[in-house]
């Protein structure tokens, strides 16, 4: 039993007591000094230039190149300094830093499929009253690079390079079908053709499984789409146009050429599939004989093909009524978000590094990589081959262009789920693109609730040069 | 066959399994530490090389020089050092509170507790990016860190899981000799659970070393940035260079496996007796 002194702490337990309350203390300053360490830098010494942030998604080599070209412009200013931060390339940081309103000055980490939906959403602001200002025009660009840039009658995003899609072929494979390397299909009837014989099965028994594919039907239904003639989205009344008598006579098409091959089975053989960075690569390897391609593979077959792969490319084959030398077009767009405390800095540094001489120090050097946006550096002796004039070609086909669409995301998701439900046999395509219709017409009544740019002017307000 | 033999049969037969699975364990960092030795030509040859010719110890001088390295390992280092001191205090405290002390509302706490571990990061990035925003702490390492001293519900649980294995009598003599209840998580709960702490700071320190996304989102100045996001700098839109990729990322994970060497046995007795293993 406790008697009354008891309840006293004895002299070794407050001492204990006083070491512990010193402890304590000690680490939740240090845990203060911590925090306050944790900012970070508050500023770089800029010689009282004005910083602008700038974030880009090029890695590697790419952002070697970009880095020099940085300090060689901010050597050559007085009044502003480009702090770049590198942000990984698949644009996620970007955005969420648009969700959350928290953005650099200027970015170049927004691919082109998502510039409508920023521009709709007031996230980036329009470039043409800058462009109006400056010795810079869109007539640099071809129409359809042009057009790349503008969403509901406003320029949005200027680019360095532009990208492209087509249709590369191995050469041997052609010579072991019977075909002639020489000559790629001219039409669609043609191209469906050489898929079928250009396809193998293992022990010649479809049952067996697929050895090499002519042709993956499954997966690029946006670009057939397009070859097909399809448009996607009207931004005057933000209505979606995929549910069509075209798009349906396309899916059935499509699920035509893929049920000659089994869905389940092609599924399970595309899954097999090694990385396309690597000498695994389907098409180097010969699992896959026909693949659509970005104008960049080139860089990959140089790096991973066998010594003697023949290869050849030929754009999209069209149908009747189709778009002949159609393809989609892609960039990484320099823009300046809406919430940028320096704009008009902001611009001169796009308009810098975007312009014909900057562009051919990144996009060309010793081996071009990508196709530049820039008619005159287009022009460059660097793409004087056969290959890069095709690219040059379809890049400036009036049939190229962007996916210009809010909710890019969401649209890509339901439409994937057209080609899944379709291919699958879940649904017939009118009944799946009516179903995707209604779906994403109703998304975009959700997160669009005033009237399409167009009829306001809410998208430059507050724009000045 | 007698039974010593049988015993060396099964004995023999265990130990080539596991030799086995560890190979199977093992060989993709060996084919990493082999890649980060070799010439970018060797990497991809047609037919698979696991020993490079010549042995390029350039690639690694040639990682750590490429980006800025050694800035980046201590931007990791303190990152994961202050998260996983963090993450110990908070989710001790927190797991005390709920395995000893007797209070009205801990079991439907517990609950809500116990809630948040099943709201995917995904749905809550967004809004958690805005609090950080509205905060200002957007663009410096607060978001890595703090949130570490509000507890992680599933360290708590494991936490939680070994405190109750405290003998409670040993607990109740600590309280009738005086002891508050602070006291008694400092000088005698927590000495005691050394096992289960090493196992959280394990878990702490190799999640916060490797994040990716969390520094990707809330690190603004690349001087700034952890070695995570410093790797992904070797990789370009369509092509990596895999060779420095390799070497950096060698070195990259040496700590990790260092700090699980040294501190192997407490970890396998932690996972044991905290029923994470089950």
Redesign the interface.
């Known amino acids: 039993m406790n008697s009354p002194n008891s309840t006293k702490p004895p002299r070794s337990t407050n001492l204990g007591l006083l070491h512990l309350n010193l402890l304590i203390a000690a680490i939740l300053i240090s845990t203060i000094v911590l925090i306050y360490w944790a900012s970070g830098p508050k500023s770089r010494t800029v010689d009282g230039r004005t910083e602008i942030s700038y974030w880009t998604g090029w890695g590697g080599r790419e952002l070697e190149s970009l880095r020099k070209l940085i300090d060689e412009y901010n050597r050559s200013q007085d009044h502003t300094f480009v702090r770049w931060t590198y942000v990984a390339n698949d644009y996620n940081k970007m955005r969420i830093a648009f969700a959350g309103g928290d953005t650099p000055d200027v970015c170049s980490t927004v691919w082109a499929d998502d510039v409508a939906d920023y521009a709709e959403r007031n996230a980036i602001v329009p470039l043409d009253p800058y462009l109006a200002a400056s010795t810079r025009s869109l007539d640099e660009y071809s129409t359809p690079v042009q057009e790349l840039y503008r969403y509901n009658n406003h320029t949005y995003a200027l680019s360095t390079g532009v990208g492209s899609f087509f249709i590369m072929y191995n050469k041997q494979a052609f010579r072991e079908a019977g075909l002639d390397p020489e000559r790629p299909p001219a039409t669609l009837a043609e191209f469906d053709l050489y898929a079928e014989k250009l396809t193998k099965y293992r022990n010649d028994n479809p049952r067996d499984g697929i050895q090499v594919l002519g042709f993956a039907y499954i997966g690029q239904i946006m670009s057939w789409a397009s070859v097909w003639g399809v448009d996607f989205w009207d931004p005057n009344t933000r209505t979606v146009l995929v549910d069509t008598p075209r798009m349906v006579e396309f899916l059935e098409w499509l699920k035509t050429n893929v049920d000659k091959y089994g869905y389940r089975s092609q599924r399970g053989f595309l899954s097999s599939l090694g990385n396309t960075v690597s000498p695994n690569n389907p098409f180097l390897t010969g699992q896959l004989t026909m693949i659509v391609v970005g104008e960049w593979y080139k860089k990959i077959i140089e790096m991973y093909a066998p010594p003697g792969f023949e290869w050849g490319y030929f754009a999209f084959p069209a149908p009747p009524g189709g778009r002949a030398n159609a393809t989609i077009l892609n960039a990484s767009m320099f823009t300046i978000p809406t919430a940028s405390r320096h704009k008009q800095e902001a611009w001169d540094f796009i308009a810098w590094i975007t312009a014909p001489a900057q562009t051919i120090r990144f996009r060309v050097g010793p081996l071009p990589g990508d196709m530049a946006a820039a008619s005159a550096v287009q022009s460059d002796p660097g793409y004087d081959t056969p290959y890069w004039r095709f690219v040059k070609d379809l890049v400036n086909s009036p049939n190229a262009r962007g996916i210009k669409l809010p909710l890019f995301n969401k649209f890509m998701y339901l439409m994937n789920q057209v080609e899944e439900r379709v291919l699958s046999g879940e649904a017939t395509p009118q009944q799946a693109l009516t179903h995707m219709r209604t779906t994403f017409q109703s998304s975009v009544a959700e997160v669009f609730r005033d009237p399409p740019p167009t009829t306001t002017t809410s998208g430059s307000q507050g724009v000045t040069p | 066959m007698n039974r010593r033999s049988a015993d060396a049969i099964v004995s023999v037969t265990g130990h080539a399994s596991l030799l086995a699975l560890s190979i199977v364990f093992a060989l993709p960092f060996a084919w990493l530490v082999s890649t980060s030795l070799k010439p970018p030509a060797q990497i991809?040859?047609?037919s698979p090389n696991w020993l490079p010719s010549p042995v390029c110890w350039q690639n690694y001088v040639e990682a750590v020089n490429t980006i800025p390295f050694i800035r980046y390992a201590w931007n990791t280092i303190?990152v994961a050092l202050?998260s996983t001191f963090?993450t110990l205090?908070s989710c001790s405290l927190v797991a005390y509170g709920f395995a000893v002390v007797r209070w009205r509302w801990s079991r439907p706490l517990f609950l809500v507790m116990l809630a948040t571990v099943m709201l995917p990061g995904q749905v809550t990035?967004?809004p958690v990016?805005?609090i950080f925003?509205n905060l200002g702490w957007?663009?410096?390492?607060?978001p890595?860190?703090?949130p570490a001293?509000f507890s992680t519900a599933f360290f708590v649980f494991l936490l939680m899981q070994f405190f109750r294995t405290i003998p409670r009598d040993l607990i109740d003599v600590a309280r009738i000799d005086?002891c508050s209840h602070?006291?008694i998580y400092?000088?005698l709960v927590l000495p005691l659970s050394r096992p289960a702490l090493m196992v959280v700071a394990f878990f702490t320190f190799t999640a916060a070393w490797n994040d990716?996304?969390g520094p990707?989102?809330y690190?603004?100045?690349?001087?700034?940035?952890t070695l995570s996001?410093g790797l992904?700098?070797?990789?370009?839109?369509?092509?990596?260079?895999w060779h420095l990729l390799m070497a950096a990322s060698t070195i990259m994970i040496v700590p990790v496996i260092l700090l699980f060497l040294f501190m192997q046995k407490t970890f396998v007795e932690g996972i044991h007796l905290s029923g994470l293993k089950a």
């Open positions: 991809f040859s047609s303190f202050t963090a205090f990035m967004i990016f805005i925003k957007v663009g410096s390492y607060r890595l860190i703090i001293f005086g602070f006291d400092w000088r990716f996304l990707l989102i690190l603004n100045d690349d001087r700034m940035y996001i992904q700098q070797f990789v370009s839109q369509h092509a990596a260079e």
